[in-house]
């Protein structure tokens, strides 16, 4: 049955409907506050999540897609993976809902956020053997006590069939936080960050991989991941990101449909 807006309903007129098949999530969209069957009900959906022509390489919105691969950015410099594929524009009221799952536990947000990015995917099909997650470090993963970025590929491994694994990749030392340091910074704080574990040493090769992060902004990260994997002889390498960071002068655009009355 598709999802849709409970928004006629109150908390106290849902109660007696427990013994009677509730839908299995309900409670109140997290962008318009009413009450329906998903963590962002279909209308927000509809309202935010502007379809855009992207560059294959690098997922930038480019408004040439449909006539060259890549745009002016990879031309000038090219990303050590292949493809990237992203769900969303990392952009309010997006990038909130991202920063609570990432930061703040939203573990309510996961199921959505998958569906969303193995949407993404299937849209363009190509060869993935293996998902992994980018991996935290020790310190940080103590510290949060969970890699969204897991999560995510966990989710998307058991949707999309495929297999899915964090014991392939290690962070092998805490970085400072990336989102502060501009792309220079960031390349030198995250070289030689990461390390293939013994076990998945000979069994990448050959491999087309999907590495899979909940934002891509710089691509930093997922370029000294694939140059690692490059090293142990993968196949292929795509990025699948919840959003995409898009350039600094793109703006959000305010909502047209009827989530809009209770988004602050």
């Given at each position: 049955?598709?999802?849709?807006?409970?928004?006629?309903?109150?908390?106290?007129?849902?109660?007696?409907?427990?013994?009677?098949?509730?839908?299995?999530?309900?409670?109140?969209?997290?962008?318009?506050?009413?009450?329906?069957?998903?963590?962002?009900?279909?209308?927000?959906?509809?309202?935010?999540?502007?379809?855009?022509?992207?560059?294959?390489?690098?997922?930038?919105?480019?408004?040439?897609?449909?006539?060259?691969?890549?745009?002016?950015?990879?031309?000038?410099?090219?990303?050590?993976?292949?493809?990237?594929?992203?769900?969303?524009?990392?952009?309010?009221?997006?990038?909130?809902?991202?920063?609570?799952?990432?930061?703040?536990?939203?573990?309510?947000?996961?199921?959505?956020?998958?569906?969303?990015?193995?949407?993404?995917?299937?849209?363009?099909?190509?060869?993935?053997?293996l998902i992994l997650p980018v991996p935290l470090s020790a310190h940080r993963l103590?510290?949060?006590?969970?890699?969204?970025?897991?999560?995510?590929?966990k989710g998307l491994g058991r949707v999309l069939r495929r297999p899915a694994t964090?014991?392939?990749?290690?962070?092998?030392?805490?970085?400072?936080?990336?989102?502060?340091?501009?792309?220079?910074?960031?390349?030198?704080?995250?070289?030689?960050?990461?390390?293939?574990?013994?076990?998945?040493?000979?069994?990448?090769?050959?491999?087309?991989?999907?590495?899979?992060?909940?934002?891509?902004?710089?691509?930093?990260?997922?370029?000294?991941?694939?140059?690692?994997?490059?090293?142990?002889?993968?196949?292929?390498?795509?990025?699948?990101?919840?959003?995409?960071?898009?350039?600094?002068?793109?703006?959000a655009s305010p909502p047209s449909g009827p989530g809009d009355q209770g988004w602050?």
């Amino acid at each position: 049955m598709p999802a849709k807006c409970l928004s006629g309903l109150s908390p106290r007129s849902l109660t007696p409907w427990g013994h009677i098949g509730l839908p299995k999530w309900a409670g109140l969209c997290a962008m318009c506050g009413r009450w329906q069957t998903q963590p962002v009900c279909r209308a927000c959906q509809q309202s935010w999540r502007i379809e855009l022509p992207r560059c294959k390489r690098c997922a930038l919105p480019w408004p040439d897609a449909i006539q060259a691969d890549s745009c002016t950015a990879c031309e000038a410099r090219q990303p050590e993976f292949d493809r990237a594929i992203t769900a969303l524009d990392y952009l309010p009221p997006w990038s909130s809902l991202i920063s609570r799952f990432k930061f703040q536990r939203a573990s309510s947000m996961q199921g959505h956020f998958v569906e969303l990015m193995a949407d993404a995917v299937r849209q363009r099909p190509h060869r993935v053997d293996l998902i992994l997650p980018v991996p935290l470090s020790a310190h940080r993963l103590a510290e949060r006590g969970y890699n969204q970025a897991w999560l995510l590929a966990k989710g998307l491994g058991r949707v999309l069939r495929r297999p899915a694994t964090d014991q392939a990749l290690v962070r092998t030392r805490s970085t400072p936080r990336l989102m502060a340091l501009d792309s220079e910074e960031r390349l030198r704080a995250i070289h030689g960050a990461f390390q293939v574990t013994p076990k998945w040493d000979a069994r990448l090769r050959g491999r087309h991989i999907a590495l899979v992060d909940d934002v891509l902004t710089t691509g930093a990260t997922l370029d000294e991941i694939s140059r690692l994997l490059r090293r142990h002889h993968v196949a292929g390498i795509s990025a699948w990101v919840l959003a995409r960071t898009p350039p600094p002068d793109t703006e959000a655009s305010p909502p047209s449909g009827p989530g809009d009355q209770g988004w602050r």
